[in-house]
């Protein structure tokens, strides 16, 4: 049982930076990997980032370069995506994953509940 919160969202600013937290708490033996999806109004739910727990390498989506920085502090089980220059189109409910392994070696995918972003003038 592994529960997932993020935190940082809220209103900013087009051309703002904003820091968004995720923590996975709970029963945790591995967590092979944490990131990011993000769901625009209208539209389908887009990976935003991923990283890799124990070697720390991240993939991002396309549009996702450049402008958006995935890391992790493993002691906090944690992961967080700093985003620079937002744009409206920024704006969407941007949910965490955490893929954990238990006991197992059963690799189980948990999300957070999403926190919203609006990017507006």
């Known amino acids: 049982q592994v529960q997932v919160e993020e935190s940082g969202g809220g209103l900013l600013q087009p051309g703002g930076s904003l820091r968004l937290s995720c923590k996975a708490s709970g029963t945790i033996f591995v967590i092979n990997y944490m990131g990011w999806y993000r769901q625009a109004p209208g539209k389908q739910r887009e990976l935003v980032a991923l990283i890799t727990m124990s070697s720390g390498s991240a993939n991002y989506a396309d549009f996702a370069k450049g402008r958006f920085t995935i890391s992790r502090d493993n002691a906090e089980n944690a992961v967080y995506l700093q985003v620079n220059d937002l744009k409206p189109e920024d704006t969407a409910v941007y949910s965490c994953?955490?893929?954990?392994?238990?006991?197992?070696?059963?690799?189980?995918?948990?999300w957070g509940q999403g926190t919203q972003v609006t990017v507006s003038s």
């Open positions: 994953i955490v893929g954990h392994m238990g006991r197992t070696f059963i690799v189980t995918d948990y």
